[in-house]
């Protein structure tokens, strides 16, 4: 496998039940990040990790809960989640720790979440 | 904070011709933008970065501006192809580390 892989690439869930979204980069690189990208909308930040470590939390609301084992994976663990909570739920990893040093994401093809 | 703005309207044009998309930001002059390339249901594919004092920067057939004054980016894809057609993101920091803002991203429909 290269690049980053998200499993699984479809999910429907009810709103009751506990699932999780795993991303894997095969990068060597040091931050991770959760994105939400809902139609008609911009890419939303949710989440970024350096170095295992959350760094950003963009007002995420609890029921989605992330996890950074270690600098290779990273896992979005869902409950109890709305339907608006359906979107397509991207993840990125970067070299160095983004932002302002301009290092370019590298998205994983996506997990599309429908919530019923 | 800053706020990202593309035209969210499809871009329809013709084989062969050069597209222009437009990306607008609406704050303080951010140290560079990044390009994106988004097919359905695929994540963004990083395309081009031009920082602040850079003018132009170009890369096959591609090309994009970097305007200061008018607060604006263009990018260009010239003797366009149906391959080219897809979802075109800009994307910013938004001043703290790590923090990336993308715009909507403008859809382009090239046909033959």
């Known amino acids: 496998e290269t690049g980053v892989t998200q499993t699984p690439r479809h999910l429907v869930m009810g709103m009751t039940n506990k699932k999780s979204l795993k991303c894997e980069q095969h990068l060597g690189h040091n931050a991770m990040y959760w994105y939400k990208q809902s139609a008609k909308k911009p890419l939303e930040l949710m989440f970024v990790y350096n170095f295992k470590e959350q760094t950003e939390n963009n007002s995420v609301p609890s029921r989605f809960s992330p996890e950074c084992p270690n600098s290779s994976h990273l896992f979005l663990h869902l409950h109890t989640l709305q339907p608006e909570d359906s979107a397509l739920y991207l993840c990125?990893?970067?070299?160095?720790?983004?932002?302002?040093?301009?290092?370019?994401?590298?998205f994983g093809p996506g997990t599309r979440l429908t919530v019923l | 904070s800053q706020k990202i703005e593309q035209n969210s309207e499809a871009l329809n044009i013709q084989e062969g011709k050069t597209a222009t998309l437009t990306c607008n930001y609406t704050n303080y002059s951010p140290a560079y933008l990044q390009w994106y390339r988004q097919d359905p249901g695929r994540g963004p594919v990083f395309l081009l970065l031009i920082r602040e004092n850079e003018k132009e920067k170009r890369k096959e057939r591609l090309k994009v501006t970097f305007d200061t004054t008018l607060k604006q980016s263009l990018f260009h894809i010239t003797a366009s192809q149906p391959a080219d057609s897809a979802t075109y993101l800009c994307a910013t920091h938004t001043g703290t580390a790590s923090k990336l803002t993308f715009g909507t991203g403008t859809r382009l429909q090239v046909t033959l």
């Open positions: 990125a990893s970067t070299a160095g720790s983004g932002g302002a040093s301009g290092d370019e994401q590298f």
